[in-house]
């Protein structure tokens, strides 16, 4: 047993305020993820920051909302603004539709309205999935009502209202999946999507979507997937084993899949359900159910693994860290390699000068981004139908060179090239793979 600790009092007096903000750790012998324990609070008592809380059987929704309301408040355009620059309201890309949790129904988003997405783990089974022939029986009133929606989707319908939200995105539902047309040009919009959304409801612990994520916390019932155990030692005095919240999420199976990592990065707020309980988790800060910890004198600390987002300063080492965690991920479909970092791509892209991508390797830093290896001891798989010169035509982990990331190698990179590099489109001609910003006169090499 160690002392360690998530948050860190941020205030001159914090210590005094609130102890040391250490608290005992330990790790389960059956598995990897890191627990404290804690002194719990009667739920009639005044809120301790940093004890744990008890916790009710069902997930307190007055206390989401509250979660939502503050971070609006408080922490306003740094929750929403970031350096994945998202493209404009999704409204406009055709084929956008949303679910109305009222009318239970497919709809268009009426102009000025938000809405909320939600991100999953599909899985193998079989599900109803929207598709041309029932697209317009969807946009009847009720039409939810007649058919049988998986869980997950049942319970981010729920949540949705209760939430005080009217429409909701849920990419198997508000997809034609077999319609040609406008799948691609939503699924090439998910940056639009995601980074748009009010919150993003995570359903981080289903294998699949038929798996849900509201159920009941009843001690009587032993829900032996909820994490949050409380052990009464003495009349009044009790104590709170509490999972670490990034490690979970870690391990979680969505933090396994492909597609749902770009949907977790570039979303402002999420509410994540995780082993049975709820985490508000905006680009701020993180707080739960079971841990009294809003307040803006303490924030996560630096190190914590936020539904994958990055800390570094500059675009490049932005870009391989997402590279990194991205490739370490399953998916189901090889083919969707390049689909599923589609809205990572764009937003970075945005933020190098929106240089051209070829096969998810930046344009205005090709000779670096190409430098890009197996770890020590790592194993690549090659993955058929992309170019072996693009990390995305090997299945495995990644390393980017580590080299280039000071900020004069950067601002070299953003202005020059080493070699001229060339790619040959379908009519066999060769295209400048490096170009110069707007303003500079042709390709500069050292």
Known sequence: MQNAFEYDPNAADAEAKYGSALYPKFKAATGSSNYGVQ???????????????????????ERVASWIRRCREEHGPRCVEGYLAVADHPIRVPGFF????????????????????LSYVWGKSNHVNTTKSNVDLFRVDGAF??????????????????????????????????????KPLLIGSMDA??????????????????????????????????????????????????????????HCPHAQRGWTYQEGCLSPRCLVFLDGLAYFVCRTNVWREDLVAESSDILPFEGANILGKTSSEWPWGRYADHVRAFASRDLTYPSDVLYAFSG???????????TKMWYALPAAAFDWAILWSAPPGGRLQRRQGFPS????????????????????????LRERTWVEWHVTNASGEYLPVWEARPGESGSRRA
């Open 39 to 61: 002194l719990v609070d009667d739920a009639a008592a005044v809120p301790v920051p940093l004890r744990a809380r008890a916790i009710s059987d069902e997930v307190d929704m």
């Open 145 to 182: 009502d007649r058919v049988r929606l998986p869980k997950t989707i049942r319970d981010a319908i729920e949540v949705t209202a209760r939430l005080g939200y009217r429409f909701l995105w849920v990419d198997a539902v508000c997809i034609a999946q077999d319609d040609e047309t406008t």
């Open 193 to 250: 999507v995601y980074g748009n959304a009010a919150l993003t409801i995570v359903a981080a612990s289903g294998h699949h979507a038929a798996a849900g994520f509201l159920r009941s916390r009843n001690r009587a019932n032993s829900d032996p997937e909820s994490n949050f155990a409380v052990q009464e030692i003495s009349p009044g005095f009790s104590l709170g084993v509490i999972p670490f919240f990034d490690g979970e999420l870690m």
């Open 389 to 412: 010169w693009s990390w995305t035509g090997w299945a495995g982990d990644i390393n980017m060179a580590m080299n280039t990331w000071s900020e004069l190698d950067q601002k070299w």
């Open 344 to 354: 990572i791509e764009k937003a970075l892209a945005r933020s190098m000068d929106g």
């Open 98 to 117: 949303v679910i109305d949790v009222n009318r239970k129904c497919l709809t268009t988003l009426p102009g000025g309205m938000e809405y909320v997405a």
